[in-house]
């Protein structure tokens, strides 16, 4: 026959300390790290983690845009050794302790700031968003006799709608560059071309001012004696012929001679 025997002692680790518990109430002695007697069938220890813990907490709210939103949040929190007391009588242990009061305390504060900022700000100014509501959680949590070492916002996320309706609005923002772009640029050749051609307008209008100033100045310097030396000066030795029943001919002029031909004697 095996004989078991209540332990008379309680082992409190690294990181704990130990609530004394005597007829089903606690004792205002708190055990630290170590190895303690107590009395079999009377006495036991609740131990209470004082470490740094870390509680995360995902919720969905409303923004101020009425656009929906989830944030998830973690919160690192620890019982100082002095408030070990206070917060056992009141909430039990670290799991009861999350469950009642720090997760709850969390959404509240996550719903109640997410609502004062539109989406779009939410989702940028994050810094902000964090600041909020670390200070929201301390004003909370610290009254309960808890430490807030930090908070962060690991993410938050824009309903899936909301972020099809912000990738159709950067696509048409875009398409809109692109258009204004093709614009500028066609506007810009138009004009271009306007200049070239009022360009190419005033050299034609100079050419043939200059070439009717030219032929205007050549037909006043041509006087017949000129005329008549320039065709002497081509002329190449030959008199044109015509054509007669004998054969060919040279063509001479020979004018009529104006007087009375004096007679022979």
């Given amino acids: 026959m095996t004989v078991v025997l209540p332990k008379s002692f309680a082992v409190v680790n690294a990181g704990e300390r130990g609530i004394l518990v005597s007829f089903n ?16 069938f009377i006495s036991s220890v609740r131990i209470v983690n004082i470490r740094i813990q870390r509680t995360d907490i995902e919720g969905t709210a409303r923004t101020k845009d009425l656009q929906r939103i989830t944030t ?3 919160l690192n929190w620890q019982i100082p050794p002095d408030k070990i007391q ?13 469950s009642r009061i720090i997760a709850p305390v969390l959404e509240e504060i996550v719903k109640a700031s997410i609502p004062a900022r539109s989406l779009e700000k939410n989702l940028i100014e994050r810094t902000e968003l964090k600041r909020e509501l670390e200070t929201k959680a301390k004003q909370r949590l610290e009254s309960y006799g808890l ?3 930090d908070l962060s916002v690991l993410n938050v996320t824009a309903s ?12 048409a923002e875009q398409k809109a ?5 093709v614009a500028e640029q066609a506007l810009q050749k138009a004009d271009y071309e306007s200049k070239k051609a009022a360009k190419d ?3 034609a209008i100079a050419i043939a001012r200059g070439q009717a100033e030219s032929q205007k100045l050549l037909q006043t310097s041509l006087s017949p004696e000129i005329l008549q030396k320039q065709a002497i000066e081509k002329w190449d030795g030959k008199f044109p012929v015509v054509m007669s029943s004998n054969g060919v001919l040279p063509f001479i002029n020979i004018s009529a ?9």
């Fill in 72 to 74: 998830k949040v973690t």
């Fill in 160 to 171: 899936d709608e909301f972020t099809r309706a912000t990738e159709d609005k950067q696509i």
């Fill in 86 to 98: 206070q917060v056992y009588q009141q909430f039990g242990n670290n799991e009861e302790l999350v």
């Fill in 201 to 203: 307008a005033e050299t």
């Fill in 257 to 265: 001679p104006t007087g009375n031909p004096t007679p022979n004697k």
């Fill in 25 to 40: 109430k606690s004792q205002e002695v708190v055990l630290n790290e170590g190895t303690h007697p107590i009395v079999p």
């Fill in 177 to 181: 560059i692109s258009d204004k772009i």
């Fill in 147 to 149: 430490v807030i070492t």
